[in-house]
């Protein structure tokens, strides 16, 4: 006899961060998350997440529009449901309700999360089983000052929490930009990648000779430099320069991935479970990225650990992520609202070991850190 779904809460969760994070559309000192409760018939619960950038700068779903869709269009359907069947309910929830993707991931982690503690097995082996356990983590440096910038990279680079750097850049004028960005490369030297992601804030042109400036200062990759719709520019970018284009905003899906490698992209794509509509579209995409031998990189919402533990179940069941993962979330704010923290050492993050997410919530901390009506 199978579960059934008995109750699903969803709790808006507001925890400061541990500096402001700048990014061309906002600048952010809160992460907000929808923290999803699943319980079953048999008394065990799943745990989802769905956490955007900035409520609505960066999408076009805000952690209260993803609590309203849980609790009004979502639940209703999902109480009472066989909780094994989460194709079955995936579908449901497809056919009833158009995009909303980041509730749908959150619902979808939840499931997996409630299945894996059913079965007692870690949510990687529901989808086929983790090929890594450690996984390559980046760091954003984000405050827009160069000085601030390369003493946070020194230091992380020596106490061996990074060696891979992205800057976020875009809302400067470009030379300023590419300055800010060059000085930090040549102080880093050899000893650590530097990316950019320019969060679609430049036009064509501006990509052109934005990326033929990073190119002659050593940057390993740009992120999204031209709008997420502008299919065509990225296709001729990436055709005219060898330095790599990482497609993120321009690719939710598997037929995103596909539609972009049809028309000639070659580079790398930013996988996120919640873009995709949970872990199991995300590996979708990065089957199609990999028949089309584009690279591939572990992306973040700035999740909470919640939502970075599912995603680092994901990408650990991918054989090679070309550009390693930025699944830092959970270090870029204060405080946390689980027992037992991310492991993040030798420049990157260990998988979570237990069955299901193996996260446990913090009762306390979730308290403190709930949004009050």
């Not at 000052?145 to 004028?173: M, N, P, Q, Y």
Request: with cysteine; glycine share 8%.
């Amino acid at each position: 006899m199978s579960s059934t779904i008995q109750s699903i809460e969803s709790i808006l969760v507001d925890i400061p961060t541990i500096r402001p994070h700048k990014l061309s559309m906002t600048t952010m000192g809160v992460q907000s998350m929808v923290i999803v409760r699943m319980k079953d018939s048999d008394g065990l619960e799943g745990l989802g997440e769905a956490t955007t950038i900035g409520g609505l700068a960066y999408g076009p779903e805000s952690p209260e529009s993803v609590k309203l869709t849980i609790d009004t269009y979502f639940k209703p359907q999902l109480i009472g449901q066989s909780a094994d069947q989460i194709n079955t309910l995936r579908v449901m929830l497809n056919r009833s309700t158009r995009g909303n993707n980041l509730a749908k991931s959150a619902i979808e982690t939840a499931l997996l999360d409630l299945q894996g503690k059913r079965l007692n097995r870690p949510v990687s082996d529901l989808l086929g089983g983790a090929v890594q356990q450690h996984l390559p983590v980046l760091w954003t440096l984000a405050s827009g000052d160069t000085a601030k910038d390369i003493k946070e990279a020194l230091d992380l680079i020596e106490t061996r929490r990074h060696c891979a750097f992205k800057l976020k850049i875009g809302s400067r004028a470009l030379m300023d930009d590419i300055r800010h960005v060059a000085a930090i490369k040549e102080a880093l030297g050899e000893a650590a990648s530097v990316r950019v992601d320019v969060n679609q804030a430049w036009d064509e042109s501006t990509a052109a000779k934005g990326m033929a400036e990073l190119q002659a200062a050593g940057v390993d990759l740009v992120e999204q430099p031209t709008p997420m719709k502008d299919h065509a520019a990225l296709v001729r970018l990436s055709e005219r320069f060898h330095i790599p284009i990482l497609a993120d905003e321009a690719v939710a899906d598997a037929k995103d991935m596909y539609n972009l490698a049809a028309a000639g992209f070659s580079g790398a794509v930013a996988l996120k479970i919640a873009k995709a509509g949970g872990p199991v579209r995300a590996l979708e995409q990065a089957a199609v990225a990999q028949a089309a031998g584009i690279g591939l990189y572990g992306g973040t919402l700035l999740e909470g650990t919640i939502g970075t533990a599912a995603s680092l179940h994901a990408w650990s069941t991918l054989e090679t992520l070309h550009w390693g993962t930025e699944m830092f979330g959970p270090l870029l704010m204060k405080d946390d609202i689980v027992v037992k923290p991310l492991n993040f050492h030798d420049n990157g993050v260990d998988l979570p070991t237990g069955p299901g997410l193996g996260i446990e919530i913090d009762e306390d901390k979730l308290a403190l850190y709930r949004r009050k009506d």
